[in-house]
Structures are given as structure tokens and as C-alpha cells.
């Protein structure tokens, strides 16, 4: 078994074939079945709110986070009319907290004054709301309503590139990188199971390659 992790610069990606990502990622769908969205939420409008936080958090302290929030500002309504300094209060463990609480606040107000409150479930109208990209978009629609698609965040960047699937950097580009090599129904699917996989064995500073699924596969790692 292959166990040194060698983490590789832009130049020095190695792509493998179609075929044998798609092997990983099978294996690594196999490892982990239950893989899903680890946010909690009670509607499409919170699981938004949660992910637009979750950038540059944890999962584990978005969901202690959006618990406070939400017991006190559960609708779009509800936060449109919030408070800002309470909002930056409630939310001040996610971090950037003043950017985040003028987002979320802006995102609500938006959705109540364009679609009467209710989340929109196109992508266009999605990304068009406050603080809200293309990751964010995508993880609303894949999890909520099972609209395949990528949801790059820095997890998919990375392993991505370590397991040779695209040598691009920019999240856009990794997307449609990726879109090109695995089956659009799966794409939703194979981007939590990624997410996972980085969580877990796959770590940014020192990978745990002795314990992973993919070891002997992955050009990333070395004897």
C-alpha cells in the first residue's frame, strides 16, 4: 500500500482517463453511502442561509450557528425585518460576520420582495440574490430538489486536482471539468461523496492516505 501523500502544485496535476475516475469515484461511493448535505435545516430558504454561511466555516459550526438564528428569524420575512446588529450577534461564530449578516439580510429581503418569500428554484434567479454563487446555488437545488449539478467548494478543489480529474484552479472551470467527465445525473451525488471523502481522509495539510479507499489509484499518492 501506497502511504506519503505527495500534494502537487498547478504544474504538476497528473489527469487520469475517464475511466479510471469514474472507478474512484465508485469506490469512493461505495465507502461512503450515506454521504449527504451535513447542514441542518428545515426549508429551502434556511438550507440557503446555511450554505451562503458555511463559506470559510465548518459544517458542525454553521448548524450551532443557523440553530440560534433561525429560532429567532425561521423565514425570509423574518430576517428581511431582522435587526442587523442581532443578525451579526447571532451569526459572529461563522466568521466575517458583518459581510454575512448584510448578505443573508439582503438575500431575504430580495426573496420577499421578488418572489414573495419563497426561495426560487432556478439557477439563474438563484445566483442573481445577494451573496449567492454557483456552489450555493447548486447545493440548494441538488439537495433540496434534485437538480443535478457541481458544488466546488474547497473540498472538491482540492481533491479534484489530487485525484487527476482537472488540472484547472478556478472554480468555474473545475466545474465544467468535471461536468465533462462524469454522468450529469450523478454529479450532485459524487459532489457531497467528494466532500465527504476531503472531510474525513483527504485533508488539505496532511492527507491520511494509509486510509484511503482510492490509495492505489490516486496519482497524488507515492511508495
Known amino acids: 500500500m501506497r502511504a506519503k501523500a505527495k500534494v502537487k502544485g498547478p504544474e504538476k496535476v497528473t489527469l487520469v482517463p475517464k475511466a479510471k ?32 454561511l458555511s463559506a470559510q466555516s465548518t459544517d458542525v459550526t454553521i448548524n450551532k450557528v443557523c440553530a440560534e438564528l433561525f429560532k429567532y428569524y425561521p423565514t425570509a420575512k423574518d430576517l428581511a425585518e431582522a435587526d442587523i446588529e442581532h443578525i451579526k450577534k447571532l451569526i459572529k461564530a461563522s466568521g466575517f460576520f458583518n459581510a454575512k449578516a448584510k448578505n443573508i439580510q439582503a438575500c431575504a429581503q430580495a426573496i420577499v420582495s421578488k418572489y414573495n418569500g419563497v426561495v426560487p428554484t432556478e439557477h439563474e434567479l438563484l445566483t442573481e440574490l445577494p451573496g449567492v454563487g454557483r456552489k450555493t446555488a447548486n447545493v440548494v437545488l441538488g439537495v433540496a430538489h434534485g437538480v443535478s449539478g457541481w458544488s466546488v467548494d474547497t473540498h472538491v478543489q482540492r481533491l479534484s486536482r489530487r485525484l487527476g480529474f482537472t488540472k484547472e484552479t478556478d472554480p468555474y472551470k473545475i466545474e465544467l471539468a468535471l461536468q465533462k467527465v462524469f454522468p450529469k445525473q450523478d454529479w450532485s451525488k459524487l459532489s457531497i461523496t467528494i466532500i465527504w471523502h476531503g472531510r474525513r481522509v483527504c485533508f488539505a495539510r496532511k492527507p491520511n492516505c494509509a486510509a484511503c479507499p482510492v490509495n492505489e489509484l490516486c496519482p497524488s499518492a507515492e511508495a
Do not use: G, K
Not at 450515506?34 to 442561509?49: G, M, P, V
Open 21 to 52: 475516475a469514474q472507478r474512484m469515484m465508485d469506490i469512493l461511493c461505495h465507502t461512503y453511502p450515506e454521504a449527504e448535505c451535513e447542514l441542518n435545516y428545515e426549508s429551502d430558504f434556511q438550507l440557503l442561509i446555511a450554505v451562503v
